[in-house]
């Protein structure tokens, strides 16, 4: 039934226009219709413009208690739940990579960042539940400052430990450079999740304040943890680029060249062809050195202040739909 009907306005012409109707010149011909424009004293004031809404932008939302039944309430419980629905979705595919990094002797510290990720999910998926209770918001807003101080001490740690080897092991010969490229791809994957993460607390916090929380405080946190994983990161790329140059790797061409008795004994072939001098390198070996060196996390492109923003909702049968800018096909966001 909850897709029959959202699927029944797939079908549906719906208008815009930007003189509320109220305003509008009443119709002489049908009772209860409006003209297109505004009578003025000496004829026609403004008249409307029309446009047509793009249906695919519709997001059925939560049902709305009568206790919340109110403008100012609808319209932050449709946008709250819309995007809190992001971050679940979100969040479960985090879920998923994260399963895929690490052995048994990271247990621990993969179980905390994935006990992080799963309880700021459980927070995201219980949208309706939450925005239309004070109480339950303010209790899930303790708790995801919780969450986010354990987010910022694990990451903290995944940023310390990826400055330490770099400073401590300077200048690796190839088997330990492999080896340390190993390790380096645990702990790029453990950093992105965990910035990930982060930039996620700080929307719900956004979310949950309804408004009274501005963007600036909501992201206060993650964006000086943004800034000291980004110069980690940095940090990591040019180690990268000393070793690629040191240990003569041609990432383009996915190879070394041949170093020490080995290099002699090719000496000689490889004055009649190249391909001797050089020893073939894996490709995924080469495509994490490329990762780590200049997959660096980066700042969302703007921290959106959705409360501050015109919401825009369709009626129909009693229930409520949300028109949302983001350009995903129609999706049901609750029941």
């Not at 819309?82 to 052995?103: A, F, Q």
């Not at 209790?139 to 986010?148: D, G, Q, T």
């Amino acid at each position: 039934m909850a897709n029959n009907a959202i699927n029944s306005l797939k079908g549906t012409e719906l208008i815009k226009m930007d003189i509320p109707f109220s305003r509008l010149t009443k119709s002489k011909d049908v009772a209860g219709a409006a003209r297109g424009y505004i009578h003025g004293g000496k004829g026609v004031a403004a008249q409307a413009n029309l446009t047509k809404v793009d249906m695919s932008k519709v997001t059925k939302t939560t049902t709305v208690a009568n206790s919340v039944a109110n403008v100012m309430n609808i319209g932050s419980l449709v946008v709250g739940q819309y995007y809190m629905s992001e971050i679940s979705c979100k969040l479960e595919t985090m879920t998923k990579s994260i399963d895929k990094i690490g052995d048994f002797q990271d247990r621990e510290f993969k179980s905390r960042i994935m006990s992080v990720i799963t309880l700021v999910g459980e927070i995201s998926q219980f949208s309706s539940e939450l925005m239309e209770s004070d109480d339950q918001r303010a209790l899930k807003l303790s708790a995801i400052e919780n969450l986010k101080a354990t987010a910022t001490e694990l990451l903290g740690q995944v940023n310390i430990t990826i400055s330490d080897i770099t400073q401590k092991t300077p200048d690796p010969d190839y088997k330990e450079y492999q080896s340390k490229v190993d390790d380096f791809q645990k702990l790029v994957g453990y950093q992105n999740a965990l910035v990930t993460v982060l930039e996620e607390i700080s929307k719900l916090t956004y979310l949950l304040g309804k408004g009274s929380i501005s963007t600036e405080r909501s992201y206060s946190t993650f964006n000086k943890y943004l800034e000291l994983s980004v110069q980690t990161r940095n940090l990591l790329g040019q180690w990268h680029d000393r070793q690629v140059k040191s240990l003569r790797i041609d990432l383009k061409k996915e190879r070394i060249s041949k170093a020490g008795f080995e290099a002699v004994v090719s000496a000689i072939p490889g004055l009649f062809d190249d391909k001797f001098k050089y020893n073939e390198l894996r490709q995924s070996f080469v495509n994490q050195i490329s990762t780590q060196a200049t997959n660096i996390p980066e700042s969302p492109a703007e921290q959106k202040q959705i409360y501050e923003d015109d919401v825009q909702i369709i009626i129909k049968d009693n229930k409520f739909y949300y028109l949302h800018d983001s350009p995903t096909s129609i999706q049901e966001s609750g029941e």
